[in-house]
């Protein structure tokens, strides 16, 4: 079935420091891709999604371009701060019509 | 704020009990899904409702059933509780499209 296989965290950065979660997935077709992220005590919130091949996703900094060639979905922000410290989620939305997730980045920013 | 209301926000029970948990989505929504999140499953999807019928099936035991009522409202029940079965239950809610708003989730545990 169709699945998304996200980077290892825990991810620790300083301040400023650039920011890149890989994401890749395998599906029948082109599924939505998206990021969800989860702040410490909430539900998960969506962050960006991109619908097509070569579309960019984009919000409060963080973007994410879909790449049919490579089934790829990374996630990239170019200066991190306190407040981006959360779980990062990669999904798709697969030939069900079902959200599938991968297993979560967990972002830690140092001041 | 998603709008969408999950209760109670903790639950503590015992082995062998059942419980129920609570979902009300956002204003408008006709679709509820439910998520298990623990550490070692990541998010796993469970159950959806679309305007009262059952829409899609997850990974979702036979000792866990839900149901949708006529104001939309979603409920879960988890009976025969095991120590497993301690985790994040998220509900969310959508409308037309793919986006999902997610409730603060339900945390439970069994001891």
């Known amino acids: 079935g169709d699945s998304v296989t996200q980077m290892e965290g825990p991810v620790t950065l300083s301040e400023e420091a650039c920011l890149t979660i890989?994401?890749?997935?395998?599906?029948?077709?082109?599924?939505?891709l998206f990021w969800y992220v989860q702040y410490p005590g909430e539900g998960l919130q969506l962050l960006l999604k991109?619908?097509?091949?070569?579309d960019k996703g984009s919000n409060k900094g963080f973007e994410a371009t879909y790449r049919k060639e490579t089934t790829s979905f990374h996630l990239e922000k170019g200066s991190v701060q306190v407040s981006d410290s959360a779980v990062y989620f990669c999904?798709?939305?697969?030939?069900?019509?079902?959200?599938?997730f991968g297993s979560g980045t967990q972002l830690t920013v140092l001041p | 704020d998603s709008g969408v209301t999950q209760t109670p926000k903790h639950l503590i029970t015992a082995t062998g009990q059942r419980v129920t948990l609570r979902c009300s989505p956002r204003?408008?929504?006709?679709?509820v899904y439910w998520y298990q999140q623990s550490l070692d499953q990541g998010l796993q999807f469970l159950i959806q409702?679309?305007?009262?019928?059952?829409?899609a099936k997850g990974n979702i035991l036979e000792r866990f059933s839900a149901q949708q009522f006529p104001d939309l409202h979603s409920e879960l029940n988890l009976s025969s509780l095991e120590l497993g079965d301690s985790a994040l239950y998220f509900c969310?809610?959508?409308?037309?499209?793919?986006?999902?708003?997610f409730g603060s989730g339900t945390q439970l545990s069994v001891l």
């Open positions: 204003s408008g929504d006709l679709s």
């Open positions: 409702y679309y305007n009262g019928e059952e829409r």
């Open positions: 991109a619908t097509k091949a070569d």
């Open positions: 969310a809610s959508g409308g037309v499209g793919e986006k999902l708003f």
């Open positions: 999904a798709l939305f697969d030939s069900a019509r079902q959200l599938t």
């Open positions: 890989n994401c890749t997935y395998t599906a029948t077709g082109y599924p939505s």
